[in-house]
């Protein structure tokens, strides 16, 4: 089997199903829309990367379609000045005499904004939270393990960079060489940080070079990044593949080089210290990449005991499960461990086993299909794809990941699998995990918002995202998916319960001082968890500060809000209903998101 190939999982049935989504409302005036308009241009033109991945690089925005974000320093002050200027228009726009949709709309724009802004207020790292291709991860490094151009960029043009013309293929070539160009500007970025003290932990500075040199030393004729347009342009006549084979290597290997050098200089100085405290205005930084993740303002102190008291709540769902199907002593997190090792529950090594989880998710996704008319009033096509998370970055990357695609149609949403080994994966891990990632989790819910105001689709809160992601999980136990299979939904509480460990683990590693191995040590003694994957997560959260809490906040939240309703409405609660108020208010913090509900429960009671 090919593992490269995409499973295309779009149905006919799906789509028949759609019911027509609501238009957003447009009579907010010529001043709400020019500034909706002006929001827009500035997200496309600081970030061209989102037009593609919103299939959105043609007519007005055509010229995105051949460039990249300027990764320089010069390049990023451009966008923070243009970021701060925005919002003081938006401070002075008055939404009390707009209809309610609108000043919706307005709220939540200036929320990133400001937000965006506090970012801005640090001189170091990467401030993505404007950028909807890479928003769920600010980071106070340039360049790590999972952040950087080297991880994001060939991936991004593999599936996202659209090839039909020769038009196509040279505006690739294109952004091939704006790829250099963001490598060189982000190695100028690193040296600059290191000036200040702002330096990767010895050993994520360790796995990030591992994963730059492993790319650098394959023949370029094999890079994705090369074979991509080689095979997407292969009919197109001309000599698209010696062109991309020439400028990876004149330009990109090269400006890979640097780099390495670059992170190389500073390797002697790196210390062990995991969380961002260790940095200069560390712990500021944590104060704000928590607000920015949980879209709250909970402190750290506050997010790490409500981790403490999830985790115990959730065990004690998990351990009269566990007792029915024989595993009867020990704490959960042991009996979990040992469930895991269980071979009735695992995949075949190698290719084979790869294969069966590519179908294992085929089956999953089908049958999870059928059942959304149960769970929602308005649907939504579920165009979805399935691909293997590229081998060069595998051991860097999580174990999954997924988005909606295209708000044309024409492109897919994307669940990308991390297949490094099989073994990271158990059946009853991986089904819940295909409801998170993908229907009805990140996609579904993502192609919700393509009737929403552009800038409102390009636009995005982690604590929204991943907290539906696991509302999500909620949504496909609650329809019945594991009443055959109780370890099934062992799998989904300890979903739930991982997410709760990340409440913990996040804030000792960056407000406690907590160690690498505490971190995943934690992991493994309370939820069982895999020592190889949960070595990546914590690298993860040590290189994206605050990032990992957005999940079980938001998914807190959203149940919160949902018990509010129940007991709001009583009778006239209807379950659907409630999941199309939350996927058709958008993307929105928190605190809004309380309001869209508030709404919701008036007009239910008539």
């Given at each position: 089997m090919n593992m490269s190939r995409r499973t295309l999982l779009q149905t006919t049935a799906a789509t028949a199903a759609m019911s027509v989504l609501p238009a957003c409302s447009k009579g907010g005036g010529d001043e709400e829309t020019n500034l909706l308009d002006d929001v827009t241009d500035l997200l496309l033109n600081s970030y061209p990367e989102t037009a593609s991945s919103a299939g959105i690089d043609n007519g007005k925005y055509s010229a995105l379609k051949s460039q990249l974000s300027d990764q320089s320093p010069e390049g990023q002050a451009a966008i923070e000045s243009n970021v701060r200027d925005m919002l003081a228009r938006l401070k002075k726009v008055d939404t009390s005499n707009m209809e309610a949709g609108e000043a919706?709309?307005?709220?939540v724009i200036r929320t990133v904004f400001e937000t965006a802004a506090e970012g801005f207020d640090f001189p170091n790292g990467d401030m993505a939270l404007l950028n909807s291709n890479w928003s769920y991860r600010p980071s106070p490094y340039v360049v790590a393990q999972n952040t950087g151009a080297f991880v994001d960029i060939p991936s991004f043009l593999d599936s996202a960079h659209q090839i039909e013309t020769s038009e196509d293929a040279d505006a690739y070539?294109?952004?091939?060489?704006?790829?250099?160009?963001?490598?060189?500007?982000?190695?100028?970025?690193i040296t600059a940080d290191g000036a200040r003290g702002v330096i990767l932990p010895d050993f994520l500075m360790a796995k990030t070079l591992g994963q730059l040199r492993t790319g650098r030393a394959a023949p370029v004729e094999n890079w994705g990044i090369v074979t991509s347009l080689a095979t997407r342009a292969a009919d197109l006549g001309g000599d698209y593949s010696d062109q991309a084979r020439a400028i990876a290597e004149d330009k990109i290997a090269p400006a890979m080089e640097r780099q390495i050098a670059a992170l190389e200089a500073l390797e002697a100085q790196a210390t062990d210290s995991a969380g961002v405290w260790a940095q200069p205005d560390g712990e500021a930084y944590y104060t704000w990449a928590l607000k920015a993740a949980t879209t709250t303002t909970m402190t750290p102190d506050e997010v790490h005991q409500m981790g403490l008291d999830e985790l115990a709540?959730?065990?004690a769902q998990m351990d009269p499960i566990l007792k029915s199907i024989g595993y009867e002593d020990g704490p959960v997190g042991?009996?979990?461990?040992?469930?895991y090792d269980d071979p009735r529950y695992q995949f075949a090594d190698g290719d084979e086993g790869r294969a069966q989880i590519m179908a294992f998710i085929d089956e999953k996704l089908e049958e999870i299909r059928g059942l959304m008319p149960q769970a929602f009033e308005t649907l939504v096509p579920g165009f979805l794809e399935v691909t293997r998370i590229s081998p060069d970055v595998e051991d860097g990357a999580p174990g999954a990941y997924g988005g909606a695609g295209s708000i044309d149609g024409t492109q897919p949403g994307h669940f990308w699998i991390n297949l490094r080994t099989p073994d990271l994966h158990r059946t009853f891990t991986l089904q819940d995990l295909t409801y998170h990632e993908a229907i009805p989790g990140h996609v579904w819910q993502g192609e919700y918002t393509f009737k929403q105001p552009l800038v409102r689709s390009?636009?995005?809160f982690n604590a929204y995202s991943e907290g539906w992601a696991l509302y999500a999980e909620r949504i496909a136990d609650e329809l019945g998916v594991y009443d055959d299979f109780p370890v099934g939904r062992l799998g989904y509480l300890q979903s739930l319960a991982f997410r709760a460990c990340r409440l913990v683990v996040d804030t000792g590693l960056h407000a406690k001082r907590w160690t690498r191995q505490q971190g995943i040590d934690f992991f493994v003694v309370n939820n069982g968890s895999n020592p190889d994957e949960v070595q990546s997560e914590v690298d993860r959260y040590c290189a994206w500060p605050g990032q990992a809490c957005g999940y079980k906040v938001g998914h807190s939240a959203i149940v919160a809000?949902?018990?509010?309703a129940k007991a709001a409405l009583g009778d006239k609660f209807d379950f659907r209903r409630f999941n199309d108020a939350v996927v058709l208010g958008g993307n929105v913090p928190m605190t809004v998101l309380e309001r869209v509900i508030d709404d919701y429960i008036e007009r239910e009671r008539g």
């Amino acid at each position: 089997m090919n593992m490269s190939r995409r499973t295309l999982l779009q149905t006919t049935a799906a789509t028949a199903a759609m019911s027509v989504l609501p238009a957003c409302s447009k009579g907010g005036g010529d001043e709400e829309t020019n500034l909706l308009d002006d929001v827009t241009d500035l997200l496309l033109n600081s970030y061209p990367e989102t037009a593609s991945s919103a299939g959105i690089d043609n007519g007005k925005y055509s010229a995105l379609k051949s460039q990249l974000s300027d990764q320089s320093p010069e390049g990023q002050a451009a966008i923070e000045s243009n970021v701060r200027d925005m919002l003081a228009r938006l401070k002075k726009v008055d939404t009390s005499n707009m209809e309610a949709g609108e000043a919706l709309n307005v709220d939540v724009i200036r929320t990133v904004f400001e937000t965006a802004a506090e970012g801005f207020d640090f001189p170091n790292g990467d401030m993505a939270l404007l950028n909807s291709n890479w928003s769920y991860r600010p980071s106070p490094y340039v360049v790590a393990q999972n952040t950087g151009a080297f991880v994001d960029i060939p991936s991004f043009l593999d599936s996202a960079h659209q090839i039909e013309t020769s038009e196509d293929a040279d505006a690739y070539l294109a952004r091939m060489e704006a790829y250099a160009g963001q490598l060189d500007g982000e190695s100028e970025r690193i040296t600059a940080d290191g000036a200040r003290g702002v330096i990767l932990p010895d050993f994520l500075m360790a796995k990030t070079l591992g994963q730059l040199r492993t790319g650098r030393a394959a023949p370029v004729e094999n890079w994705g990044i090369v074979t991509s347009l080689a095979t997407r342009a292969a009919d197109l006549g001309g000599d698209y593949s010696d062109q991309a084979r020439a400028i990876a290597e004149d330009k990109i290997a090269p400006a890979m080089e640097r780099q390495i050098a670059a992170l190389e200089a500073l390797e002697a100085q790196a210390t062990d210290s995991a969380g961002v405290w260790a940095q200069p205005d560390g712990e500021a930084y944590y104060t704000w990449a928590l607000k920015a993740a949980t879209t709250t303002t909970m402190t750290p102190d506050e997010v790490h005991q409500m981790g403490l008291d999830e985790l115990a709540s959730l065990h004690a769902q998990m351990d009269p499960i566990l007792k029915s199907i024989g595993y009867e002593d020990g704490p959960v997190g042991a009996r979990m461990a040992a469930l895991y090792d269980d071979p009735r529950y695992q995949f075949a090594d190698g290719d084979e086993g790869r294969a069966q989880i590519m179908a294992f998710i085929d089956e999953k996704l089908e049958e999870i299909r059928g059942l959304m008319p149960q769970a929602f009033e308005t649907l939504v096509p579920g165009f979805l794809e399935v691909t293997r998370i590229s081998p060069d970055v595998e051991d860097g990357a999580p174990g999954a990941y997924g988005g909606a695609g295209s708000i044309d149609g024409t492109q897919p949403g994307h669940f990308w699998i991390n297949l490094r080994t099989p073994d990271l994966h158990r059946t009853f891990t991986l089904q819940d995990l295909t409801y998170h990632e993908a229907i009805p989790g990140h996609v579904w819910q993502g192609e919700y918002t393509f009737k929403q105001p552009l800038v409102r689709s390009l636009l995005a809160f982690n604590a929204y995202s991943e907290g539906w992601a696991l509302y999500a999980e909620r949504i496909a136990d609650e329809l019945g998916v594991y009443d055959d299979f109780p370890v099934g939904r062992l799998g989904y509480l300890q979903s739930l319960a991982f997410r709760a460990c990340r409440l913990v683990v996040d804030t000792g590693l960056h407000a406690k001082r907590w160690t690498r191995q505490q971190g995943i040590d934690f992991f493994v003694v309370n939820n069982g968890s895999n020592p190889d994957e949960v070595q990546s997560e914590v690298d993860r959260y040590c290189a994206w500060p605050g990032q990992a809490c957005g999940y079980k906040v938001g998914h807190s939240a959203i149940v919160a809000l949902r018990e509010k309703a129940k007991a709001a409405l009583g009778d006239k609660f209807d379950f659907r209903r409630f999941n199309d108020a939350v996927v058709l208010g958008g993307n929105v913090p928190m605190t809004v998101l309380e309001r869209v509900i508030d709404d919701y429960i008036e007009r239910e009671r008539g």
